[in-house]
């Protein structure tokens, strides 16, 4: 009679469904939509984050250029006053071209004032042009176009836009 009334109840599988009722996880529609919601910030922060990392390093990276290749450069500079003495008769300077490399251009004086001297610390001869609103920042006066290109490929590791100008 005992074992008709424990069938009739069934005792056993009550036991084991309340364990698996216990460890069931039953996500509503608000729930699912506020974790998508944080999962999806967390994403966002964290890519954020990465973005602020990487442009730290590179501009860390971007200031250190090794003392080995400016010294294997040694431009010859042309200076602003020995340009202005040379007369227009004298034929040594009449034919030749004089070029520079275009760095970078700011529209804030004090940013490119400051660019200048990161510059002259590194041994660079540096000119400021003032184009419009525009501050141009140049390097050198080079007598020919390749030591112009020599100098602007130590550059381009800092400033990946620069280029080479015919004055």
């Known amino acids: 009679m005992k074992e008709k009334q424990l069938k009739l ?6 036991k084991k469904r309340d364990i ?6 039953t996500l509503t529609l608000d729930k ?8 999806f910030l967390l994403t966002v922060v964290s890519y954020s984050v990465g973005v602020v ?21 040694k431009p010859q500079v042309i200076s602003q006053a020995e340009e202005k003495n040379s007369s227009p008769g004298d034929r040594s300077s009449e034919g030749k ?4 490399i275009q760095v970078a251009t700011y529209l804030q004086r004090s940013i490119a004032y400051r660019e200048k001297k990161k510059l002259e610390k590194q041994g660079f001869p540096v000119n ?3 184009k419009g609103k525009y501050l141009v920042i140049f390097v050198g006066n080079y007598s020919n ?12 590791k800092k400033y990946k836009d620069c280029f080479v100008r015919r004055l």
């Open 53 to 73: 990392q990487g442009k730290k390093e590179t501009l860390i990276g971007r200031a250190n250029v090794s003392e080995e290749e400016i010294k294997v450069v």
């Open 97 to 100: 071209k004089v070029y520079t």
């Open 128 to 130: 400021i042009s003032s």
């Open 20 to 25: 698996k009722e216990r460890y069931k996880i």
């Open 32 to 39: 699912l939509i506020i974790i998508s919601i944080a999962i």
């Open 9 to 14: 109840f069934d005792y056993q599988e009550e």
């Open 145 to 156: 176009e390749k030591e112009a290109r020599k100098v602007m490929n130590v550059l381009k």
